[in-house]
């Protein structure tokens, strides 16, 4: 009896305004942004493009569930997801000491977002938030020939006995935070940046 009663808190709390849309504010916290090899590489004049959304449901990000598993309402996210992610980019570039150019860029990014997700999972004790982000990422010289391209995933998931809106921002902001961190570690793409980027020399004196 007291496990059945539970469940259907659980069911109420995952639910909470079941049938009423879930506006999520996610943003990568400048803060929270970790350095990595990237701010090995000599600073570098970079430019991010728009991102592609190539995501089969572009309005949403998940779905609010019932007690029995049943889709209520919608995700939603305050910002474009295009917009969030590359913000994050940003952001991430900046703290691994790069320059956020509009124009003289050395380097170019774009991208094509493939996922952006947040899925709901009914347990018997808990409910089970799942973050999942998938991104395309081209880097080109400023004549905008290719040099590196790599698709980076970020996952995160957390199981509590009840949680709304603040735990899935959580969660997914946690998600982006992984992301961002796959590319900052990426020593492949350390590799084509440094190829690129300026070369310092040490001037010699003359023989005294």
Same mark, same amino acid.
């Given at each position: 009896m007291k496990n059945s009663i539970i469940f259907v808190l659980l069911c109420f709390f995952v639910a909470g305004c079941a049938f009423t849309k879930a506006d999520l504010n996610i943003g990568y916290d400048p803060a929270k942004a970790e350095r990595g090899p990237l701010s090995s590489v000599q600073?570098? @004049?970079?430019?991010?493009?728009?991102?592609?959304?190539?995501? @089969?449901?572009k309005e949403v990000i998940g779905h609010k569930i019932n007690g029995l598993g049943m889709e209520t309402?919608?995700?939603i996210t305050k910002k474009p997801v295009p917009e969030i992610m590359r913000s994050a980019l940003i952001t991430m570039f900046e703290k691994n000491g790069h320059l956020l150019k509009d124009s003289g860029e050395r380097i170019i990014l774009?991208?094509?977002i493939k996922?952006?997700?947040?899925?709901?999972?009914?347990?018997m004790m808990t409910?089970?938030?799942m973050g999942t982000m998938s991104l395309?990422?081209?880097? @080109?010289?400023?004549n905008k020939n290719v040099l590196y391209t790599k698709e980076y995933q970020g996952h995160y998931d957390e199981k509590k006995a009840a949680g709304y809106v603040k735990s899935w921002e959580n969660v997914m902001n946690i998600t982006l935070e992984k992301l961002m961190y796959q590319i900052a570690t990426d020593r492949e793409l350390v590799k084509a940046l440094s190829n690129q980027a300026p070369q310092i020399t040490k001037s010699i004196e003359p023989a005294a």
């Open positions: 600073p570098l @004049k970079i430019g991010i493009s728009e991102l592609a959304d190539s995501r @089969k449901d309402a919608d995700i774009d991208g094509e996922e952006f997700w947040l899925e709901l999972q009914m347990n409910i089970e938030f395309l990422l081209n880097v @080109k010289d400023a």
